[in-house]
Nanobody, 125 residues
Framework: QEQLAESGGGSVQSGGSLRLSCAASKAINNGYCMGWFRQAPGKEREGVAT???????TYADSVRGRFTISQDTAKKTLNLQMDSLEPEDTAMYYC???????????????????WGQGTQVTVSS
């Protein structure tokens, strides 16, 4: 099973930017749907952005226009560029992968089978 490793989290002020990366040496370019998810204290894990094996991306309404998901097939990494960060974006961010055939569920974490350990993002006002 694929081992995922996130990096790039940290603390930033509101309006700032961060770039998350996820090392995914087996999943990238092998038919998996990859995604970024987040979980804030006391809240359920939620989908942030996903990208399928054809390069189609899907975003949660709360981040569309501010976050950009991408894959680097040469480096085998999944990336999340986060701009115009808001305090509400504070959470643990996870990289995940899975085999998904229904585009309606790509933001549902229940459909992903392998996960990284997470990286913390903190946005202060």
């Amino acid at each position: 099973q694929e081992q995922l490793a996130e990096s790039g989290g940290g603390s930033v002020q509101s309006g700032g930017s961060l770039r998350l990366s996820c090392a995914a040496s087996k999943a990238i370019n092998n038919g998996y749907c990859m995604g970024w998810f987040r979980q804030a204290p006391g809240k359920e894990r939620e989908g942030v952005a996903t990208i399928d094996s054809d390069g189609r991306s899907t975003y949660a309404d709360s981040v569309r226009g501010r976050f950009t998901i991408s894959q680097d097939t040469a480096k085998k990494t999944l990336n999340l560029q986060m701009d115009s960060l808001e305090p509400e974006d504070t959470a643990m961010y996870y990289c995940a992968g899975g085999v998904i055939f229904d585009n309606d569920v790509v933001l549902d974490p229940a459909h992903y089978s392998f996960w990284g350990q997470g990286t913390q993002v903190t946005v202060s006002s």
